[in-house]
């Protein structure tokens, strides 16, 4: 049986037609771990929904939406993923939307996907366009992430790079990688997606292991003389990279320390 959908706080399965974020992509999304019935990085998702809606222009209620989840909470089991969307609602004429708009808000359910072995990567062909406007936050045009993954060979995760060849981040998350100058990761100023998971390394467990962590650009080149890397979301946590295909094998037993440190602060992403 399938896990009920709730739109604007209702179980139900549809959207209106006029519906912004079906016609112009005018919305965003977060994709979050539920553990024990709770939502533990949530107030990290509740930031950066409120950071893109004001980027978008979309009326966020925010209390509304928390009472919206935990009725939809009641209705499923303890352990999953939760989907919210929440777009500009409908009306507007064409691409200018109505000052008054009411948002839609969109939840969903399903189970936590099966772990996956260390990471095959596959760099992908298709480039990511250049958009600073939209850097970093999650919202529902996501066509870049569909034509890459067309690309993709069974069990390879893609890497994705811009258009001056810089890496930006995987298909389904952020990248790290280590090197002899220690750890980095892509900036993501022009681009990708400042995951949840990103933020909570990069503010709390890198500092308690005192890790070398820059934010700095990264090429291809300067990815074949890599130590070991790793992938990272809000919903699978910490995934080390195994091999580059077509390049070579990297070390995952590095990856170890960090995950067991994120591990120890947010305990359903356990090894």
Known sequence: ????????????????????????????????????????????????????????????????????LARARALWPSEGVVKLIVTAGSG???????????????????????????????VCSHRLPCAP?????????????VLAARELDPGCEGLLLDGSQRIVEVLSGNFFVKSAAGWRTPPLTGNGVRGVLRELLLDTVF???GETLDEADMTLSELCAAEAAFACNAV???????RIEGWRNLDIGAVAPISAALHRLVPCFAD
């Not at 708009?101 to 596959?122: K, N």
Request: aromatic letters at 4%; a positive charge.
């Open 92 to 122: 507007g004429e064409g691409y200018r939307a109505d000052a008054g708009a009411v948002s839609t808000r969109v939840i969903g359910y399903r189970p936590v996907p099966e772990p996956r072995a260390p990471l095959r990567l596959q």
């Open 207 to 209: 500092p308690a292991l």
């Open 236 to 242: 699978r946590g910490i995934e080390p990279v195994a």
């Open 1 to 68: 049986m399938n896990s009920p959908w709730l739109v604007n706080g209702a179980v139900c399965d549809r959207v209106p037609a006029g519906d912004r974020g079906l016609h112009y992509g005018q919305g965003l999304f977060e994709t979050m771990r539920l553990s024990g019935g709770e939502l533990p990085l949530w107030p990290r998702h509740r930031a950066r929904l409120s950071r893109g809606a004001r980027t978008l222009g979309i009326a966020l209620d925010e209390v509304q939406v928390e009472d919206e």
């Open 133 to 145: 406007a939209l850097a970093g936050i999650k919202h529902l045009n996501r066509l870049d992430q």
